[in-house]
C-alpha cells in the first residue's frame, strides 16, 4: 500500500488532531518594513475552514502588493483524489500555494506536493478560542527560507489584548530576530493575524530567524482548530 493510500485511509477513521500546548513567556516583537520582493504567483487553496482567515490574507496581499492568480477549491478527504489535484497543480507550476485546511487534507496535499517535486516552506497548526476573540496557540514548521514567521505571528498577536502562546521549530536556523510588516492593523483577533503572516509567508516579507516564545494561555475549551500550509509548486 502506497504511503498515501494509507494516510487516505487512516484519517477517514479520524480527521482530528490534538495540537499540544507550548508553553512559553510573553516576549517583545519589534515590525519591520517589508523588503522588495519579485513575488510568485499567488495560489489561494480554499477548504471551508478559511472563512475567517482569508479576508485577512487577501488584505495583507493586496497591502504587500503581491499579485493573486487564482483560488483552488481543496476537496474534502474523504472525497480526496490525488490524481485529479496533481492533474491540476500541473497547471501552476512555478506558483506558490497558500491556505487553511483541517490536518488529514494537508497530509494528503503534502504527499502530492512532493510527488509533484513540490517545496513545503512552512506548515502550521492552530487553536484557539472559536468567538476569535480569546486566547489562542501556534505552532510552526518552516524551512529555512520560511524561519521567523513564527516571529512575524508574535509581532502581529502582541498588539491585541488575548494571551497567546507561539512555537517555531525551523531546519538549519537557530537565530532569532525581529519580523513583522509595517502595515500591519493593530488589535487583529487571532484568526485575523493567522491570515495576515500566511500573506507574509507567501511573500517572504519577513526577517530571517525563528521565534519560540510566547505566553501560554488558559483553558480552550470548545476550541476552534485547523492547519496552514505555504508551498512552492
Not at 502550521?124 to 478560542?129: K, L
Given at each position: 500500500m502506497?504511503r498515501r493510500?494509507f494516510?487516505?485511509a487512516?484519517?477517514?477513521?479520524s480527521?482530528?488532531?490534538v495540537a499540544?500546548?507550548?508553553?512559553?513567556?510573553r516576549?517583545?516583537?519589534a515590525?519591520?518594513t517589508?523588503?522588495n520582493?519579485?513575488?510568485?504567483?499567488?495560489?489561494?487553496l480554499?477548504?471551508g475552514?478559511?472563512t475567517?482567515?482569508?479576508?485577512?490574507l487577501?488584505?495583507?496581499?493586496?497591502?504587500i502588493?503581491a499579485?493573486r492568480?487564482?483560488e483552488?477549491?481543496v476537496a474534502?478527504?474523504?472525497?480526496?483524489d490525488p490524481a485529479?489535484l496533481?492533474?491540476?497543480?500541473?497547471?501552476w507550476?512555478?506558483?506558490r500555494?497558500?491556505?487553511?485546511?483541517?490536518?488529514a487534507?494537508?497530509?494528503?496535499l503534502?504527499?502530492?506536493?512532493?510527488d509533484?517535486?513540490?517545496t513545503?516552506?512552512?506548515t502550521?497548526?492552530?487553536?484557539?478560542?472559536p468567538?476569535?476573540m480569546?486566547?489562542s496557540?501556534?505552532h510552526?514548521s518552516?524551512a529555512?527560507a520560511?524561519a521567523?514567521?513564527g516571529n512575524?505571528?508574535?509581532a502581529?498577536l502582541?498588539a491585541?489584548s488575548h494571551d497567546?502562546c507561539?512555537?517555531e521549530?525551523?531546519?538549519?536556523?537557530?537565530?532569532?530576530?525581529?519580523?513583522?510588516?509595517?502595515s500591519?492593523?493593530?488589535?487583529?483577533n487571532?484568526?485575523?493575524?493567522?491570515?495576515?503572516?500566511?500573506?507574509m509567508a507567501?511573500?517572504?516579507?519577513?526577517?530571517?530567524?525563528?521565534?519560540?516564545?510566547?505566553?501560554a494561555s488558559g483553558?480552550?475549551a470548545g476550541?476552534?482548530?485547523?492547519n496552514?500550509?505555504v508551498a512552492?509548486i
Open positions: 502506497r493510500d494516510l487516505a487512516t484519517v477517514k477513521l480527521t482530528a488532531v499540544s500546548i507550548f508553553p512559553g513567556i516576549d517583545s516583537y515590525v519591520s517589508p523588503r520582493r519579485s513575488f510568485r504567483p499567488i495560489i489561494l480554499r477548504s475552514l478559511d475567517p482567515v482569508m479576508a485577512a487577501t488584505r495583507t496581499l493586496a497591502d502588493g499579485r492568480q487564482t483552488l477549491k474534502p478527504v474523504t472525497t480526496f485529479a496533481q492533474h491540476e497543480l500541473r497547471q507550476q512555478g506558483t500555494l497558500v491556505g487553511v485546511m483541517d490536518a487534507t494537508q497530509l494528503l503534502e504527499e502530492t506536493l512532493r509533484l517535486g513540490g513545503i516552506l512552512c502550521g497548526i492552530h487553536r484557539g478560542d468567538t476569535l480569546g486566547p496557540r501556534h510552526f518552516s529555512p520560511a521567523g514567521i512575524a505571528m508574535a502581529v502582541s491585541s497567546y507561539i512555537t521549530t525551523a531546519t538549519g536556523i537557530s537565530q532569532r530576530s525581529a519580523s513583522g510588516f509595517s500591519i492593523s493593530p488589535k487583529q487571532w484568526a485575523e493575524a493567522v491570515g495576515t503572516v500566511l500573506a507567501a511573500t517572504d516579507t519577513w526577517c530571517p530567524g525563528m521565534a519560540i516564545r510566547g505566553m483553558s480552550l476550541k476552534l482548530f485547523f496552514s500550509l512552492d
